[in-house]
C-alpha cells in the first residue's frame, strides 16, 4: 500500500450506519438465504419493499455487492426416463456375461436422449 493511500484511509471519517439500513442489511441476508441464493436485484428489490423498506433497483444491487450476496444458478433435474408399470420388461438375455464368444453377437446402447412422440 503506497504512504498516501494510507494517509488517505487513515484520515477518512468512519461511515456510520443507521439503524434502519441495519435492519434493511439484515432483513435483505434472510431473504436471500430463504431463497437459498437465487433471488437477484430485483426481486430482492420487490421483496424489500413489501418488507417496508424505500429502496430502488440501483441501490438493491449495492447492497448485495456490499453484503457479498451472489446469485447462484440452480439447474431443475430433470427426468429422462419415465417407466410405466403396466409395460413389460425385457428378458435379460446378458445375464452379466460381458465378455461374448465371438464378434457382433451381442450389442448395447442407450437411447433414452433421443425425443420420441410419447415423451
Same mark, same amino acid.
Do not use: W
Given at each position: ?8 484511509w ?8 443507521s ?10 441476508? !434472510?431473504l436471500?438465504k ?8 430485483r !426481486?430482492?428489490?420487490? *421483496? ?12 438493491t ?11 447462484? $444458478?440452480?439447474?431443475?433435474?430433470k427426468?429422462?426416463?419415465k417407466?410405466?408399470?403396466s409395460?413389460?420388461?425385457?428378458? *435379460?438375455?446378458?445375464? $452379466? $456375461?460381458?465378455n461374448?464368444?465371438?464378434? *457382433?453377437?451381442v450389442w ?5 436422449y433421443?425425443?420420441? *412422440? $410419447?415423451?
Open positions: 500500500m503506497s504512504r498516501s493511500a494510507f494517509h488517505d487513515f484520515e477518512r471519517t468512519a461511515k456510520i450506519v439503524e434502519e439500513e441495519q435492519n434493511m442489511y439484515r432483513t435483505a441476508r !434472510q436471500f430463504r431463497s437459498r441464493g437465487s433471488l437477484g436485484s !426481486q430482492l428489490c420487490k *421483496n424489500l419493499i413489501r418488507a417496508g423498506f424505500n429502496v430502488g433497483r440501483y441501490r444491487r449495492s447492497i448485495m455487492r456490499k453484503l457479498k450476496l451472489v446469485v447462484t $444458478q440452480r439447474h431443475a433435474y427426468v429422462t426416463t417407466r410405466k408399470h409395460d413389460s420388461v425385457a428378458d *435379460n438375455l446378458l445375464k $452379466q $456375461q460381458f461374448p464368444a465371438q464378434e *457382433n453377437l448395447a446402447g442407450d437411447v433414452t433421443l425425443r420420441t *412422440n $410419447q415423451g
